[in-house]
């Protein structure tokens, strides 16, 4: 009989040797990492071990990881490979940590370079497409809006928007609190149009569920959004609103974080608003070139401007 997925992760759990048990459990629980990205790591270390048939990774040498890493170029795309090591290098900093390892083995593992897609952005005038919805008769188009707004008034990620909580929005000064990756807080201003459709969505709310419900969106059945709910309807109005290209939540968050860039040229501001945590994510994310990096840096760092009269 299949297990079902519960079942499953619980069997996975047990096969884990305790090294591991204990790195994904101090990931949870003092990194914040999230169940995605603790299970990804989990499958990578796994396949080493079964592969390299090691019971013992305090015994494993560089040599031994990068002839491993060697040997799955064939069958692993660089993404994975990249994910390999990023997890290998994580685990061997925690054995560091607990005094385990003298050294980390996988420090200097060398992969193959890779191009990392550039998510495509609406321009203006196809968000104004998008977002001109019509949601005076309609509660789901009324609460779809705000979604769609909230996306990009304030460059949320999907996980942010769906985990939102009514007690995160400070109605006064449109502002939201989110819990982005890692379980980091910022907190982010709304816009007026943004603030104005989720006033509406909130009035028509009550219709759906009562007040000890925490979630912002809600569900025909009564509950918190999902995550592949809002990706369904954000297709679905994308289609209704006559736009040719298919549309997904991060979609959104790319255009904000284009459309600000754009307009302020301030990268260090569009970094703290998509919450980065270094400023080369920030690059890719907004498909910056060298040349306006260095132009950015040659105006703002003060050993590299050029000298005025008034110096």
Aim: with cysteine; hydrophobic share 40%.
């Amino acid at each position: 009989m299949a297990l079902k997925p519960t079942e499953a992760s619980q069997t996975e759990a047990l096969s884990l040797s305790p090294l591991l048990a204990e790195f994904f459990a101090y990931l949870r629980h003092e990194r914040g990492f999230s169940a995605k990205t603790i299970h990804s790591y989990q499958q990578q270390l796994q396949a080493v071990a079964s592969q390299l048939n090691q019971t013992d990774w305090c015994l494993l040498t560089e040599a031994q990881l990068q002839q491993h890493i060697s040997s799955c170029r064939q069958s692993l795309k660089p993404r994975s490979l990249a994910l390999r090591v990023a997890a290998l290098r994580s685990f061997y900093r925690y054995l560091q940590l607990q005094a385990k390892v003298a050294d980390n083995p996988a420090l200097y593992l060398q992969v193959p370079k890779f191009d990392k897609p550039l998510p495509k952005n609406l321009d203006v005038d196809q968000l104004q497409q998008l977002l001109d919805v019509d949601a005076s008769d309609d509660l789901l188009a009324c609460r779809d809006k705000a979604i769609l707004e909230l996306f990009y008034s304030s460059g949320l990620r999907l996980d942010e928007l769906v985990s939102a909580n009514l007690q995160d929005i400070d109605w006064g000064d449109a502002l939201i609190r989110v819990r982005g990756k890692g379980s980091k807080e910022r907190i982010l201003p709304i816009g007026r149009l943004a603030m104005q459709a989720l006033r509406e969505w909130l009035e028509q709310r009550a219709a759906l569920v009562n007040d000890d419900e925490p979630a912002l969106f809600i569900s025909k059945l009564k509950r918190r959004i999902s995550h592949r709910q809002v990706q369904q309807r954000v297709k679905l109005w994308s289609q209704q609103q006559g736009l040719s290209q298919h549309l997904h939540p991060h979609m959104l968050r790319h255009s904000f974080a284009t459309h600000m860039l754009e307009s302020s040229s301030d990268l260090r501001a569009v970094q703290e608003l998509l919450g980065h945590a270094s400023l080369s994510s920030t690059q890719v994310y907004t498909h910056l070139d060298f040349g306006q990096l260095a132009k950015v840096y040659d105006q703002a760092h003060p050993r590299a401007r050029k000298k005025t009269t008034d110096d």
